[in-house]
Each structure stands twice: as C-alpha cells, then as structure tokens.
C-alpha cells in the first residue's frame, strides 16, 4: 500500500476524510490519530501566521473568531510560496465576501492596511534624498519633476475611517473612528512603517507619482482640494523620496491625456 | 567557486541558538556561551528592512548557519525553481558557515504547506531525494547537510532503517547531516524503537552540526506515548543524555539549541546553551 503525496495532502485540511491507508504506528497498527498530529501542524502554523500578520483584525472580530475565520481561509487559500512573512494577501478580499461578517464592512480595508504595513516592512530599503535637494532644482523645473517613491510606500484607500480604526485599536488614548472615509500611506523611516491619514487627492497624487508621473501632472490627479506643501514634507520628512528625475518638456504630454487639442 | 569566502570557514564545536529578533541587543550586547547562530532561510527572503539588515550585522560577528524549511526535498514535484533562486541569492550575499534542510515535504503542487511532512523510506524516496540534493548543491554551489526528522507514524511501504536511508544518501550526493537528538528521542518513543542503536547506527563522521529542541507529550488512539517535536520548551533530561552519548562516539560538535514557539527570555535560552557548553566540555577533555 503505497501512500502517495496526493492522498496524504488530500485527507490533511480536511478531518471528514479518513486517515490514508498504509500509515502505521510503530507496532503495524494503523496511525489513527497519530496523522492528526500533521493535520494540527499545517492548521496552527498557518492560524499563527495569520492572526501575527493581521493582529487588528483579530483585535475587531476577537481572538476565537478569528481561529474560526482563519480556519476556513487556509482551507481555501492555503500559501502558495514558502515565505511566510508574505501569506494571506487574499485575506482582505476573503473577508470582503465572508457573508458571517457582512455587517463589518471596514474589516477588508483594515486588512489591507495590515498587509501594506507587513509588506512595507519587508520592502528594500531607500535613502530619502537630501533636505535640500528638492530647493536645488530651479522653479521652472519643477513642474516636469519626477518623484521616485521608496520601495516601502504603500497607499490604501477606503470608504471607511481605516486610519482611525487601526490607531484606536494599537494606541491606548487613541480617539474613537470619525465616520469619515480615509487614505493611508504607509512611509518607511528608517525599519519601522507608519501609517499616515492622507488629506483629500493626497491619495490620487501619490498614485500619480508612483505611476511616474511628473509632479505637475501628480498634483493635477489630486484634484481641485489637493494641497502639494503638506504631503510633500510628509514625504520629505520621512525620507520617502528615493530620488528625483528631471524629465524634458517632451515627456509631459505622454501625461496629460486631457491636454490634447 | 564563489569570488568571496565566507567570513567564518567553519562551525566551531560551541553551541549556537536559533536567532530570535527580540535576541538581539542581548546577543551582541553579551553573547556568552553561545559561540555561533542559526536562521530559518525563509525569513530572510524580504527584499531589505530590519531582519535583513540584523542578519547583515550578526554575520560580521558570528558564524551563522542557514536552516531551510520550506524547500520540500521530498517532495514528489519538482524543486520551485524560484525558491532555490531565491536560496542562491541569500547563500551569495550572506556566504553562511553552513547551509541544512529537511529530510522531508511541505509543497504539494501550487501549495506551501508549512509543516515537514513524512516521506517512505523506499528505493523510489531515496533516489527523488538523491536527485533533488545533488540539483541544490550544484544550484548553490556548496555541500549542503540534510536533517533527521521527528516520526509521528511509519509508512507500510517502508523498505529502509531511516539512519541507513540517510547513509546511503551521503554517498550518492556528498551531502552531509545534521543530527538532531531530539528528533531521534520522539521518533524512537512514537515508533518504538531503541534511541542510543539509532544513533550508533547514524554515520557520525557526516555530522556537521548537532540540534536539540522541546517537545510536547500527547497520547495515541492505544494510550501510547506521542511525543510532538514542538521548540517550544527546555530540552528534557533523556534528550540531554542521549546527546551525552551521542557526543561520547562523535567527538565534539557544534550543537544547536532551537526554541521556536513561547520563545523566552535571553537568561534562558542563554542557560539552555551553557548546558550544551557543558556536554561538550565532558568530551573535549
């Protein structure tokens, strides 16, 4: 009786099939609930990953919830690379289409700004550009500008206060969740990322300016409302920006598709 | 075969932790007796921030030996050819002492399973294994060490003695092993078998490194013993004796205490170590 990968793994997330036939105890007797042992490895080990890669989340639904939900999410999702630090990206979107958890309707984003905080902290590291280098670049320049963003940047928007959700559920004092959409951008100084509520276009900018697109084209994306000065020293402060690229006048059209003639 | 050599050329027989982050201002602050380190590979494949600079900061200090866990040498599948790119990156820019895997599985298809899973010890096991070592060391272009694993169950089909199946793969492949002592105590208290004839069986001049870890006790569906390789505890009194005699037939070894899960503080991993420091002092005089 040969026990083939396929029918281990089969019978392993899934404790209505019976243990594989041809597993034994050390006396010929059949394993039992020695296989379990496996079962219970896979299903802890991967619950643990979850609930330290999504600690607010567990926080919102509690910590027996949370086994509950995780459960059924790495039977579904079960990781697809060996570096656990990464698992559970589709979780936001699992929670999203829960239908236990339908009423929680911020929990997706919050989990989106969990995931963003764990892959900024893992992300290659950048040195911000000098405090003076941005004053370098003469007026007329300006406009053609290109921010290159640290690798660590990370933006999340939502129609829910996600900002206000994670600060009051990881500070004490913290003051309770305005109802109020909210965009976040996760800034990396130095190892430690940081969640930052983003004034209004703040997120459409940014998005622009990932998207290399010259800074007068950026500020253009944030809209009517978007004030450039204080994101600018956010990004500034926090060594956001890994470099600057002056662009010729010829790349600026290729940005402003509602320049044309 | 690399333009660098790594900084430490060998493992001294002192014994090493498995670096925890929270270690590590204690560590460099007073490191004593701990003599060398260990890291799980995986945690190091990020692309920068703190872990990666940490490793950076060790491996200018202290030997460090690479434990890979999600390689799935057993595997029936092929090796992910982009996690053993990603072995040979961080093989090339840390230039570790050492490099170790498992004797078993965690990837089925798309799947990561995240736990070593067990494999049969046939004739069909032993050359997929074979193969799928000599493919790694020719990838990383170095000798790697392959681990025993802990038994909860025994496969019917099994036509090896698993200290023989280990043997027999260090000829075919040059690899070398590590031994880990407790693995041998769980195994041989769920499967029955005598722990000091497993180790006299194991060909310990291919040992390279030594590991000792807790572990958890449970039942079988008999009442049997079950014990669950869990780091997450002090190496128990039969594990340490076992390493006595272990220690008696090898000589000296780099000896590695593991503490994964309910990691404690510094003081107490740092006594676990002085008590490794201790069985090895008993065999170098």
């Given at each position: 009786?040969?026990?083939?990968?396929?029918?281990?793994?089969?019978?392993?997330?899934?404790?209505?099939?019976?243990?594989?036939?041809?597993?034994?105890?050390?006396?010929?007797?059949?394993?039992?609930?020695?296989?379990?042992?496996?079962?219970?490895?896979?299903?802890?080990?991967?619950?643990?990953?979850?609930?330290?890669?999504?600690?607010?989340?567990?926080?919102?639904?509690?910590?027996?919830?949370?086994?509950?939900?995780?459960?059924?999410?790495?039977?579904?999702?079960?990781?697809?690379?060996?570096?656990?630090?990464?698992?559970?990206?589709?979780?936001?979107?699992?929670?999203?289409?829960?239908?236990?958890?339908?009423?929680?309707?911020?929990?997706?984003?919050?989990?989106?700004?969990?995931?963003?905080?764990?892959?900024?902290?893992?992300?290659?590291?950048?040195?911000?550009?000098?405090?003076?280098?941005?004053?370098?670049?003469?007026?007329?320049?300006?406009?053609?500008?290109?921010?290159?963003?640290?690798?660590?940047?990370?933006?999340?928007?939502?129609?829910?206060?996600?900002?206000?959700?994670?600060?009051?559920?990881?500070?004490?004092?913290?003051?309770?969740?305005?109802?109020?959409?909210?965009?976040?951008?996760?800034?990396?100084?130095?190892?430690?990322?940081?969640?930052?509520?983003?004034?209004?276009?703040?997120?459409?900018?940014?998005?622009?300016?990932?998207?290399?697109?010259?800074?007068?084209?950026?500020?253009?994306?944030?809209?009517?409302?978007?004030?450039?000065?204080?994101?600018?020293?956010?990004?500034?402060?926090?060594?956001?920006?890994?470099?600057?690229?002056?662009?010729?006048?010829?790349?600026?059209?290729?940005?402003?598709p509602s320049q044309g003639t | 075969m690399f333009d660098t050599q790594p900084r430490f050329p060998e493992l001294p027989a002192l014994p090493g932790v498995g670096y925890k982050p929270q270690h590590f201002a204690a560590i460099m602050a007073d490191p004593d007796p701990v003599g060398w380190l260990e890291i799980h590979a995986e945690n190091y494949m990020?692309?920068?921030?703190?872990?990666?600079?940490?490793?950076?900061?060790?491996?200018?200090?202290?030997?460090?030996?690479?434990?890979?866990?999600?390689?799935?040498?057993?595997?029936?599948?092929?090796?992910?050819?982009?996690?053993?790119?990603?072995?040979?990156?961080?093989?090339?820019?840390?230039?570790?002492?050492?490099?170790?895997?498992?004797?078993?599985?965690?990837?089925?298809?798309?799947?990561?399973?995240?736990?070593?899973?067990?494999?049969?010890?046939?004739?069909?096991?032993?050359?997929?294994?074979?193969?799928?070592?000599?493919?790694?060391?020719?990838?990383?272009?170095?000798?790697?060490?392959?681990?025993?694993?802990?038994?909860?169950?025994?496969?019917?089909?099994?036509?090896?003695?698993?200290?023989?199946?280990?043997?027999?793969?260090?000829?075919?492949?040059?690899?070398?092993?590590?031994?880990?002592?407790?693995?041998?105590?769980?195994?041989?208290?769920?499967?029955?078998?005598?722990?000091?004839?497993?180790?006299?069986?194991?060909?310990?001049?291919?040992?390279?490194?030594?590991?000792?870890?807790?572990?958890?006790?449970?039942?079988?569906?008999?009442?049997?013993?079950?014990?669950?390789?869990?780091?997450?505890?002090?190496?128990?009194?039969?594990?340490?004796?076992?390493?006595?005699?272990?220690?008696?037939?090898?000589?000296?070894?780099?000896?590695?205490?593991?503490?994964?899960?309910?990691?404690?503080?510094?003081?107490?991993?740092?006594?676990?170590?002085?008590?490794?420091?201790?069985?090895?002092?008993?065999?170098?005089?």
């Amino acid at each position: 009786m040969s026990v083939s990968q396929d029918i281990f793994r089969a019978a392993l997330l899934d404790a209505a099939q019976p243990v594989p036939e041809g597993l034994l105890d050390g006396q010929g007797r059949a394993a039992g609930r020695r296989y379990n042992v496996y079962r219970n490895n896979v299903a802890v080990s991967l619950t643990e990953a979850l609930e330290v890669g999504f600690p607010v989340i567990r926080k919102l639904i509690g910590p027996e919830n949370f086994k509950h939900v995780a459960g059924q999410f790495l039977r579904v999702a079960p990781p697809t690379s060996p570096l656990m630090m990464f698992y559970g990206s589709e979780f936001p979107a699992f929670l999203r289409d829960f239908e236990p958890l339908q009423h929680l309707g911020y929990l997706s984003d919050v989990a989106r700004l969990e995931l963003a905080l764990r892959q900024s902290y893992h992300a290659a590291d950048a040195e911000g550009i000098a405090a003076d280098a941005l004053a370098a670049v003469p007026p007329e320049a300006l406009g053609a500008l290109r921010l290159e963003l640290a690798p660590a940047v990370r933006i999340v928007t939502s129609d829910w206060p996600i900002f206000d959700i994670w600060r009051f559920n990881t500070s004490e004092n913290a003051p309770k969740p305005r109802a109020e959409a909210q965009d976040v951008v996760v800034l990396r100084d130095g190892f430690d990322p940081e969640p930052h509520l983003l004034p209004k276009g703040g997120a459409a900018f940014l998005t622009a300016i990932g998207k290399a697109a010259p800074l007068e084209c950026a500020v253009d994306a944030g809209g009517d409302k978007f004030d450039l000065t204080p994101v600018l020293g956010l990004l500034l402060n926090t060594n956001a920006i890994a470099a600057l690229h002056p662009t010729g006048p010829n790349h600026r059209p290729n940005h402003r598709p509602s320049q044309g003639t | 075969m690399f333009d660098t050599q790594p900084r430490f050329p060998e493992l001294p027989a002192l014994p090493g932790v498995g670096y925890k982050p929270q270690h590590f201002a204690a560590i460099m602050a007073d490191p004593d007796p701990v003599g060398w380190l260990e890291i799980h590979a995986e945690n190091y494949m990020g692309a920068g921030g703190r872990p990666i600079a940490q490793l950076r900061h060790l491996s200018e200090r202290f030997p460090i030996s690479v434990h890979g866990v999600g390689l799935s040498i057993g595997g029936e599948g092929a090796l992910d050819p982009d996690h053993l790119a990603r072995l040979k990156h961080l093989i090339n820019w840390l230039q570790p002492t050492v490099f170790s895997e498992h004797l078993a599985w965690s990837t089925h298809g798309a799947e990561f399973l995240n736990d070593l899973l067990p494999l049969p010890y046939t004739n069909a096991t032993l050359t997929r294994v074979a193969d799928h070592i000599d493919q790694l060391q020719e990838v990383i272009g170095r000798q790697m060490m392959l681990e025993n694993p802990s038994s909860y169950l025994a496969f019917a089909e099994s036509t090896w003695a698993e200290p023989d199946f280990l043997s027999e793969i260090t000829k075919r492949t040059g690899c070398g092993l590590l031994l880990d002592v407790n693995n041998v105590f769980v195994s041989a208290t769920n499967l029955g078998f005598e722990p000091r004839a497993y180790i006299d069986a194991y060909p310990l001049d291919k040992v390279g490194e030594i590991h000792l870890g807790g572990h958890d006790e449970d039942e079988d569906d008999h009442g049997a013993p079950l014990l669950i390789d869990s780091h997450g505890k002090p190496v128990v009194d039969p594990v340490w004796a076992l390493l006595d005699h272990t220690l008696a037939r090898s000589g000296p070894r780099p000896i590695l205490i593991e503490w994964d899960t309910d990691v404690p503080d510094w003081p107490i991993l740092a006594a676990e170590a002085t008590r490794a420091a201790t069985a090895l002092a008993k065999v170098a005089a």
